[in-house]
């Protein structure tokens, strides 16, 4: 167990050397949270590209003297640009603020009453690394958010990318509002006479995160079903077989274009240990599902709702690497950042509970039980600091 301890340690400190070489954070934040900025600045204003976007009339007189209206086919098809980037941007800030406030109220000593945290440093650090979900939600939305902005057609806004994202945050979207409602079941402590829990939201609260996660699911549903061809979208007895030919199509080309390129093989590693992950803490007992949240039972099983995400992105970014389009694109910078931010953050979180937390190793019952688990998680998030350049 002692070397396993000292062989997470080390890697630590290899990844935070390799950390002072990444872009400074002022350059991530800037990027990454522009969109929402300008989102919000513009939506309660109409511009011209908006009115351009609304269905032109033209006035052409007929028999009689009598006058006929026609709309322009093409105009009337444009999305609601200003309306879906002010959409994506407020759905985004209200996913960050749910995931935060999940974080917060249910990582803390008397949760349930009379469970105290070892140590000041224990919670600290955990919060700290399920936090890193943040930066992928940031910069998932953003990068629709940009997309939307840019969108003249509603087939632009069904480009491969989007549809996965809008799928991907909206599976996220309903599994979190879910773990909220059922929290007192996910969250069971077992042994425990009467059953408690570590969480149980009620009233207000309740209500509130549920609304958040549920409205980000339903914008993305609703634009990924609008965005579809129109022989799809108007059978919806369609849509899951469609979903599952993406699926399916995703999952045989997750092998890198060419093996010779660090860039395709790092994002192609990123998307199989996420979906790797995801499976485990959705679908494996404890001690396995600890891993990569290090949460125990307390945000084990909500997790895997942004490991997801993390696959997602992973994926987009490894096909931009593969066609050219990843330094060139905008909307891969923010997708990358968030990458990046998720790493700093997770690493950042175990180097703190290794080196920083008192209580480690002995608090950490369920982690001692896998660290091989653990190491591997470690060595897959370190990947996300290496550059983007070849």
Request: proline share 6%; aromatic share 8%; hydrophobic share 45%.
């Amino acid at each position: 167990m002692n070397t396993v301890m000292m062989m997470m340690r080390l890697l630590l400190l290899n990844f935070a050397f390799l950390g002072t070489t990444a872009a400074p954070m002022s350059m991530f934040r800037q990027p990454l949270l522009a969109p929402f900025a300008v989102g919000v600045r513009r939506a309660t204003s109409i511009s011209s590209h908006q009115r351009s976007a609304s269905p032109s009339i033209t006035n052409d007189f007929v028999r009689g003297g009598a006058r006929a209206e026609k709309i322009d086919a093409t105009t009337a098809d444009k999305p609601p640009s200003n309306f879906l980037k002010w959409a994506y941007s407020a759905a985004g800030l209200a996913t960050t603020a749910a995931w935060s406030t999940m974080v917060y109220t249910t990582i803390r000593s008397n949760q349930p009453q009379g469970a105290m945290m070892p140590c000041w440093q224990h919670g600290l650090y955990a919060r700290i690394g399920a936090m890193s979900a943040a930066p992928l939600i940031v910069g998932s939305f953003a990068s629709l958010a940009l997309a939307a902005s840019k969108a003249d057609s509603w087939e632009q806004m069904g480009t491969p990318s989007c549809n996965r994202h809008n799928l991907a945050l909206t599976t996220a979207g309903v599994g979190s509002a879910l773990w909220v409602a059922f929290a007192p079941l996910v969250t069971k402590i077992p042994g425990t006479n009467p059953l408690v829990s570590h969480q149980s939201y009620k009233g207000a609260m309740r209500a509130g995160l549920i609304g958040c996660y549920g409205s980000a699911a339903a914008l993305g549903a609703a634009v990924w079903a609008r965005s579809l061809p129109d022989r799809i979208r108007h059978n919806p007895l369609l849509w899951p077989g469609h979903v599952v030919d993406g699926v399916s199509k995703s999952l045989v080309s997750l092998a890198p274009q060419n093996v010779d390129d660090p860039v395709q093989v790092k994002y192609a590693l990123l998307t199989s240990s996420f979906l790797v992950f995801t499976g485990m803490q959705t679908l494996c007992n404890m001690p396995i599902s600890v891993i990569p949240s290090w949460t125990s039972r307390r945000l084990s099983r909500a997790f895997p709702a942004w490991t997801l995400l993390g696959a997602a992105t992973s994926f987009d970014l490894k096909e931009a690497a593969e066609s050219g389009r990843l330094l060139v694109d905008e909307n891969y910078r923010y997708l990358s950042n968030g990458i990046k931010g998720f790493g700093s953050l997770y690493l950042g979180a175990r180097a703190g509970a290794l080196f920083l937390d008192p209580s480690f190793p002995e608090a950490f019952h369920a982690v001692n039980q896998v660290p091989g688990l653990a190491v591997a998680a470690i060595l897959m998030v370190g990947l996300t600091l290496r550059s983007d350049k070849k």
